[in-house]
Protein backbone atom coordinates (compact mmCIF):
# COMPACT_ATOMS: atom_id res chain seq x y z
CA UNK A 1 0.00 0.00 0.00
CA UNK A 2 1.55 3.66 -1.21
CA UNK A 3 0.54 6.45 1.60
CA UNK A 4 0.70 8.90 -1.04
CA UNK A 5 -1.85 7.21 -3.23
CA UNK A 6 -4.27 5.36 -0.95
CA UNK A 7 -5.44 8.93 1.58
CA UNK A 8 -7.71 11.25 1.29
CA UNK A 9 -7.22 14.39 2.53
CA UNK A 10 -9.52 17.23 2.86
CA UNK A 11 -8.57 20.19 0.45
CA UNK A 12 -5.88 17.55 -1.49
CA UNK A 13 -7.25 17.29 -5.06
CA UNK A 14 -7.75 14.15 -6.40
CA UNK A 15 -4.29 13.91 -8.48
CA UNK A 16 -2.48 14.46 -5.11
CA UNK A 17 -4.01 11.66 -3.12
CA UNK A 18 -3.69 9.38 -6.27
CA UNK A 19 -0.15 9.34 -6.53
CA UNK A 20 0.87 12.24 -8.41
CA UNK A 21 2.53 14.13 -5.88
CA UNK A 22 5.99 12.63 -7.01
CA UNK A 23 5.52 12.95 -10.99
CA UNK A 24 4.53 16.27 -11.94
CA UNK A 25 7.02 16.17 -15.07
CA UNK A 26 8.62 19.32 -16.49
CA UNK A 27 8.34 20.99 -12.90
CA UNK A 28 12.10 22.74 -12.64
CA UNK A 29 13.81 20.72 -9.61
CA UNK A 30 11.29 17.99 -10.34
CA UNK A 31 14.06 15.41 -9.99
CA UNK A 32 15.58 16.45 -7.10
CA UNK A 33 12.06 18.07 -5.08
CA UNK A 34 10.89 13.80 -6.07
CA UNK A 35 13.92 12.66 -4.93
CA UNK A 36 13.38 14.16 -1.54
CA UNK A 37 9.91 13.42 -1.11
CA UNK A 38 10.76 10.02 -2.51
CA UNK A 39 13.44 10.07 0.68
CA UNK A 40 11.45 11.61 3.26
CA UNK A 41 8.49 9.30 2.61
CA UNK A 42 10.55 5.78 2.24
CA UNK A 43 13.36 6.90 5.05
CA UNK A 44 11.72 9.01 7.50
CA UNK A 45 8.11 7.83 7.04
CA UNK A 46 6.67 11.43 6.63
CA UNK A 47 2.72 11.51 6.25
CA UNK A 48 1.26 11.86 2.27
CA UNK A 49 0.13 15.26 3.90
CA UNK A 50 3.33 16.31 4.84
CA UNK A 51 4.67 15.52 1.47
CA UNK A 52 2.17 17.37 -0.25
CA UNK A 53 2.67 20.05 1.85
CA UNK A 54 6.16 20.35 1.16
CA UNK A 55 5.95 19.97 -2.56
CA UNK A 56 3.23 23.20 -1.94
CA UNK A 57 5.97 25.01 -0.91
CA UNK A 58 8.67 24.19 -2.87
CA UNK A 59 7.49 23.83 -6.07
CA UNK A 60 6.48 27.97 -6.19
CA UNK A 61 10.37 28.84 -5.34
CA UNK A 62 11.83 26.38 -8.07
CA UNK A 63 8.77 27.89 -10.37
CA UNK A 64 10.19 31.59 -8.97
CA UNK A 65 13.49 30.32 -10.28
CA UNK A 66 13.12 29.05 -13.71
CA UNK A 67 11.04 32.24 -14.71
CA UNK A 68 14.39 34.03 -14.15
CA UNK A 69 16.45 31.57 -15.96
CA UNK A 70 17.98 30.74 -12.66
CA UNK A 71 19.28 26.82 -12.20
CA UNK A 72 17.78 25.71 -8.49
CA UNK A 73 21.24 24.15 -8.04
CA UNK A 74 22.97 28.01 -8.95
CA UNK A 75 20.18 29.74 -5.62
CA UNK A 76 22.23 31.16 -3.30
CA UNK A 77 20.92 33.13 -0.02
CA UNK A 78 20.02 35.67 -1.91
CA UNK A 79 17.77 34.02 -3.92
CA UNK A 80 15.85 32.74 -1.30
CA UNK A 81 16.07 36.09 0.28
CA UNK A 82 14.66 38.17 -2.92
CA UNK A 83 12.27 35.04 -3.06
CA UNK A 84 10.50 35.63 0.36
CA UNK A 85 10.83 39.46 -0.35
CA UNK A 86 8.43 39.25 -3.54
CA UNK A 87 6.03 37.62 -1.15
CA UNK A 88 4.73 40.46 1.44
CA UNK A 89 1.22 39.16 2.15
CA UNK A 90 3.09 35.84 3.78
CA UNK A 91 3.05 35.69 7.51
CA UNK A 92 5.59 34.65 9.77
CA UNK A 93 4.30 30.91 10.10
CA UNK A 94 4.35 30.58 6.56
CA UNK A 95 7.64 31.94 5.60
CA UNK A 96 9.43 30.34 8.45
CA UNK A 97 7.20 27.29 6.82
CA UNK A 98 8.90 27.55 3.62
CA UNK A 99 12.29 28.25 4.72
CA UNK A 100 11.98 25.26 6.43
CA UNK A 101 10.91 23.48 3.40
CA UNK A 102 13.72 24.97 1.96
CA UNK A 103 16.09 23.90 4.05
CA UNK A 104 15.59 20.80 3.71
CA UNK A 105 15.21 20.59 0.15
CA UNK A 106 18.73 22.00 -0.38
CA UNK A 107 20.53 19.99 2.77
CA UNK A 108 18.93 17.28 0.92
CA UNK A 109 20.32 17.72 -2.29
CA UNK A 110 23.93 18.51 -0.89
CA UNK A 111 23.69 15.44 0.75
CA UNK A 112 23.36 13.43 -3.01
Same mark, same amino acid.
Given at each position: MDVLTDIALPGVTHEA? &?? &?? @? /?? =?????????????? #???????? /? #??? =??? =?????TPFLAWLAERGRAWQDA? @?? /??? #?? =? /???? &????VTISRHVQCLRSFFRHSARR
Open positions: R &HG &HV @L /AH =LGDPGDDALNDLIR #ALRDERGL /A #AAT =LVG =LRRSLA @LE /AVT #AY =L /ASRP &HWSR
